[in-house]
């Protein structure tokens, strides 16, 4: 049971290249989160997900897309990377209790 | 803006101490969780706390809610060196619909 899984790990990126981060949940649960993590800023909301074909904005979502057409899985894009999106990106699926269960982390450099 | 704001910012004790942070929010709340994050790692749930509830246990942490006073805490008894790490409160409200809000987040340091 690998619970949620994010690839890749590590990815560096030069001003406007695109690139695309996978996320994987082996749980079943309905909503999935993409998070991002700067020093001092705790985590900020990027977008979500309450179900397979569903999406919606969180509290940063200018610059980035997202999909979910599995339910599994919830793809975050960057059509035309900045450097102020250097950041780590956390996804998150949610049990319906209500607890998280994040992934590792995806260490995004842009140059 | 960040729903819960945690207090301290960063913590240091001895291996053996207890160590106890605080997190303090604005609207009326579903619940309350907090989240553990070792460096370099993915955070890991750590508790629940629903509003109608006081206080919680879970091992070696202990869990309040003052919903009078919009606040929580998070008690570490008998800390070890392996409790380093950062600490989270997450808000769940009506008002954010399906959405944990975090705080920036208390960096605890235990040293042996």
């Known amino acids: 049971n690998a619970g949620v899984t994010q690839t890749p790990k590590f990815r560096v990126l030069k001003t406007g290249q695109s690139m695309t981060l996978l996320c994987a949940q082996d749980?079943?649960?309905?909503?999935m989160y993409w998070y991002r993590q700067d020093p001092g800023m705790g985590l900020r909301l990027i977008h979500y997900?309450?179900?397979?074909?569903?999406?919606a904005k969180g509290e940063v979502p200018d610059g980035y897309n997202v999909s979910r057409l599995k339910k599994q899985n919830f793809l975050l894009g960057l059509e035309s990377a900045a450097p102020s999106q250097t950041s780590v990106y956390f996804c998150a699926s949610r049990r319906i209790s209500g607890e998280l269960f994040f992934g590792e982390g995806s260490r995004l450099t842009v140059l | 803006s960040q729903q819960g704001e945690e207090d301290p910012q960063a913590l240091s004790i001895q291996e053996g101490e207890n160590a106890t942070m605080n997190c303090s929010y604005k609207?009326?709340?579903?619940?309350l969780q907090w989240y553990r994050q070792n460096s370099g790692r993915g955070l890991v749930h750590l508790i629940l706390i629903r509003s109608n509830e006081r206080e919680k246990h879970s091992g070696r942490l202990r869990v309040t809610l003052d919903t009078s006073k919009k606040s929580s805490s998070l008690l570490i008894t008998a800390s070890r060196a392996a409790d380093t790490a950062s600490y989270f409160c997450a808000t769940d409200a009506a008002e954010y619909g399906n959405k944990l809000v975090f705080g920036a987040g208390t960096i605890l340091r235990v040293k042996s």
């Open positions: 609207t009326s709340i579903n619940n």
């Open positions: 749980m079943n649960h309905e909503y």
């Open positions: 997900s309450v179900g397979e074909g569903t999406t």
